[in-house]
């Protein structure tokens, strides 16, 4: 099964939207394997946000970023990094998809609520970075017995 990192950004946090996130990722099926709150440095998110450092608009998603401590989740699943990020939408929310986290909670780009991994690539290299191994949990799930059939779990 394949892992995925989540993190409820600062607006999620602070508009009280994190049951909610939670809510769908575990309706869905998703397994959590791994949870918890920490503040984001500059370091950390230079190396978590390579792809658009150099970008004018940076600066402001770091402020935003660093502006109050997030929930970081490692959720599992069959094919979980595709799954979550259809949950989750588009990233520029005013245009996202009602149903989507950010179609259904947000209005701008920035403040999109929820960051999800792109690719397994990424995904493997982002659980790395925000969680130690002994922060990741190994469990039988009884409900996969209801979600996957014998050959997909
Ligand atoms: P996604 O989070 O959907 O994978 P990206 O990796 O392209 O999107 O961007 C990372 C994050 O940077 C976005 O979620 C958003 O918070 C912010 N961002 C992206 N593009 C812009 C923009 N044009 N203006 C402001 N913030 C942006």
Redesign the pocket.
């Known amino acids: 099964m394949e892992r995925t990192l989540v993190i409820i ?1 600062p607006d999620g946090v602070q508009r009280g939207l994190v049951g909610e996130v939670v809510k769908r990722f575990e309706r869905k099926g998703l397994k959590i394997v791994g949870m918890k709150m920490m503040p984001l440095n500059e370091m950390l998110l230079r190396e978590h ?1 390579s ?2 450092a150099d ?1 004018p ?1 940076y600066p ?2 770091e402020d ?1 970023m660093k502006s109050t401590p997030v929930i970081i989740l490692c959720l599992e699943g069959l094919e979980s990094v595709g799954a979550v990020r259809v949950i ?1 939408g ?2 520029k929310a005013r245009e996202a998809d009602g149903g989507t986290i950010r179609g259904d909670f947000a209005m701008s ?4 609520v929820v ?2 991994s ?1 690719t397994p690539e990424n995904a493997q290299a982002e659980v790395a970075r925000f969680f130690k191994d002994e922060e990741l949990f190994s469990y039988d799930k009884t409900e996969y017995l209801h979600v996957y059939l014998d050959e997909e779990r």
Request: contains cysteine; positive net charge.
């Open positions: 950004k946000y792809h658009i970008k608009f402001g998603v935003f989750c588009i990233t780009v920035a403040c999109n960051h999800a792109d």
